[in-house]
């Protein structure tokens, strides 16, 4: 009776513990598979040509599952200003690029409520980023 229950016993830890290693191989695959383009430029050569083309690409062609803009700095001016560039960001955000601007560099450039409007995430990004680069997200900074 007790190499009974000391088998039930051992077979029952023994599939709690291949479960919790399925979920975090399961995790470790999912944060390794997220891009994230912290964007500080305000050229807007550089956001067509690059920060934009390649998100995109990256999301479209599933070279990354899960793909993040962060407009931070300068870039939440010129997105707040540049009609085409709004376009791009829109148009990539209804493909499934998660568009998040910093809200303490759109405060100072006075553009809250304009990135708000274009249904962007406005909000605290310093933990977030920190998050994102302690993570094993690839983090591209432009």
Known sequence: MKTKIFF??????????ISETMAQTN???????????????DDPYLAERMVLMYAHAAKNNRWFNEVTIIIWGPSA????????????????????VEIKACIACATAYGVVED???????VK????PLTDYLKSDAKVLSL
């Open 77 to 96: 001016k010129m997105v707040a200003e540049n009609l085409k560039i709004q376009e791009k960001l829109k148009a990539m955000q209804k493909d499934g």
């Open 8 to 17: 039930v016993l051992f077979t029952v830890l023994s599939i709690i513990n």
């Open 124 to 127: 605290g990004m310093g933990k």
């Open 115 to 121: 990135l708000k409007n274009l249904d962007f995430e």
């Open 27 to 41: 995790s470790d695959e999912n944060t390794s598979d997220k891009l994230v383009i912290l964007w500080t430029s």
